[in-house]
T-cell receptor, first 116, second 114 residues
Framework: GAGVSQSPSNKVTEKGKDVELRCDPI?????LYWYRQSLGQGLEFLIY????????KSGLPSDRFSAERTGGSVSTLTIQRTQQEDSAVYLC??????????????FGAGSRLTVL | AQSVTQPDIHITVSEGASLELRCNYS??????LFWYVQSPGQGLQLLLK??????LVQGIKGFEAEFKRSQSSFNLRKPSVHWSDAAEYFC????????????FGTGTRLTIIP
């Protein structure tokens, strides 16, 4: 697609429920990233995919968080048994690592999660 | 590990005035650096990037940034701000051919007053 697409744009859920957030990257971008932005905070790295594998998942806050990517394209971030502290905007980005070795990320508009 | 510091949480500038947003990074080798802008309810848009070469880089919307290795800084500037520049600005650092994630600063919120 023309840009990075994320859905849903807004999700309100009750504490303890599971949620799935979806990211559709730019066609041809091999790398995909999930970041979290809490109110008044910067961007917190969660996980990074190269193809379908995740070389770096060091930012996932707990085992309630998981992510997968299939077909080198769409990714799903799943949060199980949501807690109020999970409320944040979840941003997805994709990139193509060129021969320069430098990585330029293109971001989606984000999924705003509110846990009541 | 690399880190980015944006010392100003919130800056207020009059429309038409000049702007400088500060960014300091910590990284052992030559980094590559970005400024992104986030308007309310929007994702992040790339303003400009520094990879190598000329230390003064030009971006979109009339912004520029200067890489100063001796000061480990990459400050963002604009000679005359417009009301539409009100947004959150993020500085980010990456590592060549290394860990491919970008590390972001905590952001600077820019308010423009008439």
């Amino acid at each position: 697609g023309a840009g990075v697409s994320q859905s849903p744009s807004n999700k309100v859920t009750e504490k303890g429920k599971d949620v799935e957030l979806r990211c559709d990257p730019i066609s041809g971008h091999t790398a995909l990233y999930w970041y979290r932005q809490s109110l008044g905070q910067g961007l917190e790295f969660l996980i990074y995919f190269q193809g379908n594998s995740a070389p770096d998942k060091s930012g996932l806050p707990s085992d309630r968080f998981s992510a997968e990517r299939t077909g080198g394209s769409v990714s799903t971030l799943t949060i199980q048994r949501t807690q109020q502290e999970d409320s944040a905007v979840y941003l997805c980005a994709s990139s193509y690592l060129g021969s320069s070795g430098a990585n330029v990320l293109t971001f989606g508009a984000g999924s705003r999660l509110t846990v009541l | 590990a690399q880190s980015v510091t944006q010392p100003d949480i919130h800056i207020t500038v009059s429309e038409g005035a000049s702007l400088e947003l500060r960014c300091n990074y910590s990284y052992g080798a030559t980094p590559y650096l970005f400024w992104y802008v986030q308007s309310p309810g929007q994702g992040l848009q790339l303003l400009l990037k520094y990879f190598s070469g000329d230390t003064l880089v030009q971006g979109i919307k009339g912004f520029e940034a200067e890489f100063k290795r001796s000061q480990s800084s990459f400050n963002l500037r604009k000679p005359s701000v417009h009301w539409s520049d009100a947004a959150e600005y993020f500085c980010a650092v990456g590592e060549y051919f290394g860990n491919e994630k970008l590390t972001f600063g905590t952001g600077t919120r820019l308010t423009i007053i008439p």
